[in-house]
């Protein structure tokens, strides 16, 4: 069973920086595409980062140059650094992993989601 655990939300002042992380564990042969999406109050999940497998990143147009999304293969952990952040930013952010597991199963999975809140 594969299993994603965020970890690296909180509060912080607009203007400061987070880093997130989501970890995957368990029988895992390989990992596609990671990604970061977040959902707000009342609102729908929204894409804010993916990267490939070779490390190609992809990002929304309002957290480009602001956000970085990194990987660890070895690690089988994705990252967002989240610099500048602005009161928009605030809400639940969830980690997303397409995983081939060792049955040769290929998943889509979702962390269990970490809150950032931006406020002064």
């Known amino acids: 069973q594969v299993q994603l655990v965020e970890s690296g939300g909180g509060l912080v002042q607009p203007g400061g920086s987070l880093r997130l992380s989501c970890a995957a564990s368990?029988?895992?042969?390989?990992?596609?595409?990671m990604g970061w999406y977040r959902q707000a109050p009342g609102k729908g999940r929204d894409l804010v980062a993916t990267i490939t497998s070779d490390g190609r990143p992809n990002y929304s147009e309002s957290v480009k140059v602001r956000f970085t999304i990194s990987r660890d293969n070895a690690k089988n952990t994705v990252y967002l650094q989240m610099n500048s952040l602005k009161t928009e930013d605030k809400a639940g952010y969830y980690c997303n992993e397409n995983i081939v597991d060792g049955d040769f199963t290929y998943h889509e999975h979702w962390g269990q989601g970490t809150q950032v809140t931006v406020s002064s």
């Open positions: 368990g029988s895992i042969r390989s990992i596609a595409t």
